[in-house]
Structures are given as C-alpha cells and as structure tokens.
C-alpha cells in the first residue's frame, strides 16, 4: 500500500506529471536529441575509443555518497548531474532497489517516506506507479531544489556511464542478474562497482564479471579478516569510525583499493588518508574539495572529468 504523507504549508494534493523512461532496461544509451552516433557505434561520441574506466581513477579517489547527501538531494538526478558538473568527485555512488515488475530504481531505504512525499515499500510499486513518485529536498540543503521522480538504474547509467566511474549499492540481492545486464549492455563492465556488504553477495558479482565492492562497518572490521576476499573484491569500502588496527588490517589485506566512508571532516579525511587508505566516500565532496585546494592538491581538480575525456579523444584508453 502506498500513502501520501501530509506535511504542514503543502498543498492537500501533490500533482503527478507523467516522465517518459529513457528506454527498456537493456537498451542502448540514448544520446542528446540531434546527435546520432557514426554507423556502428552507440556509445556517446565524447568516450573516444571507449568509456571512463576504473584504470583512469587518480592514486586518492573521492566519492560523492548518494551524489553528495550534504549539499544535494540524495540519488537523485539532479544530485547526480551537480556533483558531475562541479568536478568534485571522480567517482559517483547512488543505491539501487527493486520494484514489483523487477524494474532497478535508484532509491535508499525500502520504504518511500523518509524522502518522498508518499509512503509505503519500494517493492510495492511498478514502473508505471514509480512515475508518480517524487523527492522531497531536505530544508537544510544549501541552494534551491525542485521536487523530481528518483530515476531508474537505467537512466543514471545512460546518462553517465562511461563519462565518471559509477558506484552502485545492490540493496536487493535478487536484483544482480538484472544489474549485470544493463551494465553489460553498455559496456560499463570496467566502469561501475557494485557494492555490497555481505561476502558472499560480493562473491557472486565477481562471478557475473562485474566490479565487486564489499562495505563493513566499524562493528564488522573488528573481526573482519579481509585477506579471505582479496581474491574476488576490487575495493574495500571500511568505516572511518574503525580502530587503527584494523583500518591497517584492512590496507594490509592485498586488496587493491581501501575507500572510507562516510566521511565528512577534513579530519576523518586526513586520518584515514595516513592510515593507508586510497579513496575518500564522501557527503561533502564539494567541502572537502575546497579544503583541499587551500591546504594541498591531494582533492580533485575542477574539470578532471573533462581532462579524462580528453585522455580518449587523444587515443588514451584507460
């Protein structure tokens, strides 16, 4: 059951204006109106000879978490598309769940009310149902935001797949098979990380071939031994709130990448960044950034995006 959630100064009804879906989950990307792709190619003419990969991510990556929940509206469109066009992430993370019809929709929690203006399970929805769906922007967010339907998986992959590293959280694990096919169809196997926080969950991606991302808590890191999943996990995601030791651990385990999250202070930056970690999962990407360019050049740079792009036209394939 889906209930409208009545919040004081709205109007009695929110109107639901009917958004077309980019495509079928499969399809191919669609590109700007006017622009059509040379005969045999159908990814966005800007990859050059091929998409963004994780081979171009600089020796510190930075995240923006859920697109940057601290000054954007979370997994949302909007949020995503401001955090590409600031330059102040090298990677983009949102959260996936299933609806009823087995359509991925990017969205959080399992229920809509924490940031919808309706109520009720995620799962009790299709995709036409999801169409009425709209965010409710957070009052403490800075800047003006307008109320938006959550996209699908499929369009947050059709518009930036293969233009900045994507990074996905698989809320549903029934939702793996459908995941694996709409970023094989793209040709985003090298592009997106998909994330999880169970082992075996993790263990099954790295079977479909995709990028496996495993996250633990602080609780979890403390009996973690993470040396046992070096041999099918691409990036540890840990939590900055860890111990030392096994922050350490965690570097020491021969997995490749070691992010934090979720990190929000040039202090927890720093600290995880001396213990050995490589990547920074952020809600504050924009903050950290600006400090970052006062103090050094570790942060990302205004345009990198552009400047990797560049990198293909050149004939550089990452």
Same mark, same amino acid.
């Given at each position: 059951?889906?209930?409208?959630?009545?919040?004081?100064?709205?109007? +009695?009804?929110?109107?639901?204006?009917?958004?077309?879906?980019?495509? %079928?989950?499969?399809?191919?990307?669609?590109?700007?109106?006017?622009?059509?792709?040379?005969?045999?190619?159908?990814? %966005?003419?800007?990859?050059?000879?091929?998409?963004?990969?994780?081979?171009?991510?600089?020796?510190?990556?930075?995240?923006?978490?859920?697109?940057?929940?601290?000054?954007? %509206?979370?997994?949302?469109?909007?949020?995503? !598309?401001?955090?590409?066009?600031?330059? /102040? *992430?090298?990677?983009?993370?949102? =959260?996936?769940?299933?609806?009823?019809?087995?359509?991925?929709?990017?969205?959080?929690?399992? /229920?809509?009310? $924490?940031?919808?203006?309706?109520?009720?399970?995620?799962?009790?929805?299709?995709?036409?149902?999801?169409?009425?769906?709209?965010?409710?922007?957070?009052?403490?967010?800075?800047?003006?935001?307008?109320?938006?339907?959550?996209? /699908?998986?499929?369009?947050?992959? =059709?518009?930036?797949?293969?233009? @900045?590293?994507?990074?996905?959280?698989?809320?549903?694990?029934?939702?793996?098979?459908?995941?694996?096919?709409? @970023?094989? *169809?793209?040709?985003?196997? $090298? +592009?997106?990380?998909?994330?999880?926080? =169970?082992?075996?969950?993790?263990?099954?991606?790295?079977?479909?071939?995709?990028?496996?991302?495993?996250?633990? +808590?602080?609780?979890?890191?403390?009996?973690?031994?993470?040396?046992?999943? $070096? +041999?099918?996990?691409?990036?540890?995601?840990?939590?900055?709130? !860890?111990?030392?030791?096994?922050?350490?651990?965690?570097?020491?385990?021969? @997995?490749?990448?070691?992010?934090?999250? /979720?990190?929000?202070?040039?202090?927890?930056? =720093?600290?995880?960044?001396?213990?050995?970690?490589?990547?920074? @999962?952020?809600?504050?990407?924009?903050?950290? !950034?600006?400090?970052?360019?006062?103090?050094?050049?570790?942060?990302?740079?205004?345009?990198?995006?552009?400047?990797?792009?560049?990198?293909?036209?050149?004939?550089?394939?990452?």
């Amino acid at each position: 059951m889906v209930t409208r959630i009545a919040l004081t100064g709205l109007a +009695s009804a929110v109107s639901v204006v009917s958004l077309t879906l980019t495509g %079928p989950a499969g399809a191919a990307p669609v590109l700007p109106a006017g622009i059509r792709p040379p005969a045999g190619r159908t990814h %966005p003419l800007e990859w050059g000879t091929g998409p963004l990969t994780v081979a171009a991510l600089p020796r510190i990556t930075y995240v923006a978490h859920r697109g940057g929940a601290r000054e954007v %509206p979370e997994n949302s469109m909007t949020g995503l !598309a401001a955090a590409y066009e600031r330059g /102040t *992430a090298h990677v983009l993370d949102f =959260d996936t769940r299933l609806l009823r019809d087995g359509t991925p929709v990017v969205f959080h929690d399992e /229920t809509l009310n $924490r940031t919808t203006y309706l109520g009720g399970e995620v799962r009790g929805l299709d995709a036409r149902e999801w169409q009425g769906v709209r965010l409710r922007p957070k009052d403490e967010l800075p800047g003006s935001w307008r109320s938006e339907r959550p996209p /699908t998986v499929a369009e947050v992959l =059709d518009r930036f797949g293969g233009r @900045i590293v994507l990074m996905l959280e698989a809320k549903d694990p029934r939702s793996l098979n459908r995941l694996a096919g709409l @970023i094989r *169809a793209r040709g985003l196997t $090298r +592009s997106v990380f998909v994330n999880s926080n =169970d082992p075996e969950v993790a263990r099954r991606v790295h079977r479909l071939g995709l990028l496996t991302q495993l996250w633990r +808590s602080a609780r979890q890191l403390r009996t973690d031994r993470p040396e046992r999943w $070096r +041999s099918f996990v691409d990036l540890l995601d840990v939590d900055h709130r !860890a111990r030392d030791t096994d922050l350490a651990r965690a570097v020491r385990s021969g @997995i490749r990448r070691v992010w934090a999250h /979720t990190v929000v202070t040039d202090a927890q930056r =720093d600290r995880v960044l001396a213990l050995g970690c490589d990547g920074v @999962i952020t809600d504050a990407p924009g903050r950290l !950034a600006r400090a970052d360019r006062r103090g050094s050049q570790r942060g990302p740079r205004r345009g990198f995006q552009r400047g990797f792009l560049r990198g293909f036209q050149r004939g550089a394939r990452p």
